[in-house]
């Protein structure tokens, strides 16, 4: 993972990008319940943060590939909405 990841960067390089190491971190996907607790990703000698869950593109993914969280909060939302238009 991490020879990619430094391909991914070079990659960046030359293309005149940067990664903000502050801001990247990483998820291991799986439905399975394994443990990856001795993985360690880095970048440029940074330790890079993991991850169970993260916002992308207004969706929430999980690191279980589980929709609960995302549920939840479109449920949320919509019934604050509904509450406002008085049909809650």
Do not use: H, P
Request: charged letters at 20%; a positive charge.
């Amino acid at each position: 993972m991490n020879a990619n990841l430094e391909n991914v960067n070079q990659w960046f390089s030359a293309n005149l990008l940067s990664l903000n190491l502050n801001k990247t971190s990483y998820m291991i996907l799986s439905r399975k319940n394994c443990s990856f607790d001795n993985v360690t990703v880095t970048l440029n000698g940074v330790a890079l943060t993991r991850v169970r869950e993260t916002k992308f593109l207004g969706i929430i993914l999980t690191d279980e590939l589980r929709w609960k969280k995302q549920v939840d909060m479109v449920v949320q939302k919509t019934s604050k909405v509904l509450g406002i238009l008085g049909w809650g």
